[in-house]
């Protein structure tokens, strides 16, 4: 049986896409090390970025845009993006176990398991694709605009970041609708 794992990053983050990955794992060429990939340092989930891409039967990963996730709302988009990975991959899976407590209406047979990327490999396969895939997605959003600190933040409405924003424009890959956002741009409009 092709069992797809499906998981999210950035559903926190201010700016910036909603990745997912779905991973398809060969059980004839086990990844040694797999897991939530925030309970992985980043060397480690570097290291096996591209061992799963080389040994996984099949990989992709979905996105969903900050306009997506400010027209549908973030659970929506993240169901969007979670139907988009698996869609894209090269396999059709028999069944898709996805990391979390909800699975988006799809035609795949599905379960959902809470801390499945702790528990299941193909999910803990796909939350490192898709973590590392968002991560770099921040590098290079960080040098086009590296007063943000977004290398550092990752988007997160840290301290640093939220004083950063206080001061300096909202790009367009900000979600408008997440409240810290939403609050800077009514103050604005109301000075």
């Keep these: 049986m092709l069992i797809a794992g499906v998981d999210e990053v950035g559903r926190g983050p201010l700016v910036g896409d909603v990745v997912t990955a779905a991973v398809i794992l060969d059980p004839n060429n ?6 939530d990939s925030k309970a992985i340092s980043e060397k480690k989930r570097l290291a096996l970025f591209p061992e799963i891409k080389a040994k996984a039967l099949a990989w992709a990963v979905g996105r969903a845009t900050p306009e997506e996730i400010d027209e549908f709302n973030i659970l929506h988009a993240t169901m969007l993006a979670m139907t988009r990975a698996v869609d894209a991959l090269s396999i059709t899976p028999d069944f898709v ?13 599905a379960e959902a398991i809470v801390k499945g990327d702790g528990k ?34 990752k988007g997160y409405p ?18 408008l609708s997440f409240k810290p956002v ?5 103050n604005r409009t109301n000075v």
Excluded at 30 to 35: A, N, R, S, Y
Excluded at 125 to 141: C, E, G, N, P, Q
């Design 120 to 153: 299941v490999a193909c999910i803990g396969a796909a939350s490192i694709i898709a973590k590392v895939t968002r991560d770099h997605d921040m590098a290079l959003l960080d040098k086009q605009y590296p007063e943000y600190g977004f290398a550092q933040h």
């Design 97 to 109: 176990q996805v990391d979390g407590n909800r699975i988006p209406p799809w035609q795949y047979r």
């Design 30 to 35: 086990p990844i040694e090390g797999l897991g």
């Design 158 to 175: 840290t301290k640093a970041h939220m004083s950063a924003l206080e001061q300096l424009p909202i790009l367009n890959e900000y979600r």
């Design 182 to 186: 939403a609050q800077i741009l009514a």
